[in-house]
């Protein structure tokens, strides 16, 4: 049993989806070796924390090469304007003179909005490549691993932050105490620590095992991540639900007594125990319908193929790592998969080595099936691929259910 990452008990198993390699890890070679690390998952029964059990080291995952590009999905850069947008309204009814800080910015989508209304500004991440976008757009960033040292040195250059954003960034934070001190230390008496992630009680109802991955180690509940923060003069204040990621919750954070605390936390909390978030038997119940959807995924795209069917997929994401891995498909059973990442195309998937093309090549070929493997951007893929639909492709979803659209 593996210590639990934030009270250091012992947790409980939960599922195990067996040898994978790093989610983002794309090989130009067959013969590319690939690293491999067990990918498990468990459970806290005193922080109610779901959580992987071994995690790679975070430079293996996040560096120079780092493959994604916030400014490439149009619904993110949406959804980051209006967050954006709400902060804005709220701190500017009180004090204009603010400085904002975003933990793994990425390429700035989420800043700049920031920035164009001369708000003074900084963005922290560990990967250089995203970082270089950001100062390219006019962006005040820096390359860095967020962390309480990281906070120290910010500090003392920048002062306090009346707003802290972190979006989608978070979960992939293995030492997640050490994180808190540092939002912690940085948060003025009166500000605001604001982030999302997504939100294990959809994880659990949609079966979306592929949001485990290398990078998540942590899938939140409201109810953990009160019990992580209280323990850093911090409280949660406001909890709101959130379509993104196939559903995601965004959290807002204070130093304890600084703001009132919103009746939108206790209901979330109240539902979590409705659901039973805050115990072990709906992991357990989980992870059994993992294997489910595992087994009729394999064999819905196996069946096809000795059809004669073509078969490709749609998105080489983080997520579909899991998917390709956990299931046990490669290129006998899925020809190729599109991506519109520039840095993906002309390499092989991770561990499974199907070839990832330029969504072009899959308008061209008009395969007999393609597998969403971005799922939760359904609707926007399906408007852009239309005429692939009209022409007979047809599409293959996985969440909520393996079925055929």
């Known amino acids: 049993m593996s210590p639990c990452r934030v009270c250091g008990f012992a947790t409980t198993p939960v599922i195990n989806f067996g040898e994978m390699p790093i989610a983002n890890y794309f090989v130009k070679d067959l013969n590319q070796n690939d690293y491999r690390f067990t990918l498990a998952a468990c459970f806290c029964e005193v922080c109610n924390l779901f959580q992987l059990a071994h995690q790679p080291r975070p430079e293996l995952m996040f560096h120079q090469d780092y493959p994604f590009f916030t400014g490439s999905s149009s619904i993110m850069v949406a959804h980051f304007k209006k967050m954006v947008d709400e902060a804005l309204e709220e701190i500017l009814k009180s004090d204009s003179d603010i400085q904002v800080m975003e933990i793994g910015c990425n390429d700035g989508s989420l800043l700049l909005n920031f920035a164009n209304a001369g708000i003074k500004h900084l963005g922290v991440d560990p990967s250089s490549n995203v970082i270089e976008v950001c100062r390219s757009r006019g962006i005040n960033a820096q390359v860095d691993f967020f962390n309480y040292k990281t906070a120290m040195k910010i500090k003392a250059t920048s002062g306090e932050f009346d707003l802290i954003l972190a979006a989608n960034v978070v979960c992939h934070i293995p030492d997640i105490n050490d994180f808190a001190q540092g939002i912690e230390l940085l948060l003025s008496p009166n500000g605001r620590f604001i982030f999302e992630e997504p939100y294990v009680g959809d994880v659990l109802t949609k079966v979306s095992y592929d949001q485990v991955y290398d990078e998540h180690v942590y899938l939140f509940s409201c109810i953990s991540v009160s019990k992580i923060f209280e323990k850093y003069n911090l409280e949660l204040i406001d909890v709101r639900h959130q379509s993104t990621h196939g559903g995601s919750m965004r959290y807002t954070v204070a130093k304890k007594g600084s703001r009132d605390i919103k009746t939108s936390v206790g209901t979330q909390v109240a539902l979590e125990h409705l659901q039973g978030l805050d115990h072990i038997n709906s992991y357990h119940k989980f992870a059994k319908k993992c294997e489910d959807r595992k087994n009729e ?45 520039p840095e993906k195309q002309g390499s092989l998937t991770p561990g499974s080595k199907i070839p990832v093309v330029a969504p072009e090549f899959l308008r061209e070929s008009k395969p007999d099936y393609i597998v969403l493997f971005a799922w939760n951007h359904e609707k926007e893929i399906l408007d852009k691929e239309s005429k692939l639909t009209s022409s007979g492709s047809k599409w293959i979803r996985f969440v909520p259910k393996v079925e055929i659209l």
């Open 297 to 341: 995924l394999y064999e819905l795209l196996s069946e096809l193929k000795s059809e004669g069917k073509t078969i490709a997929g749609y998105a080489a994401t983080s997520k579909s790592t899991t998917v390709l891995n956990y299931c046990g498909i490669n290129s006998e059973l899925i020809d190729y998969i599109a991506d519109s990442t």
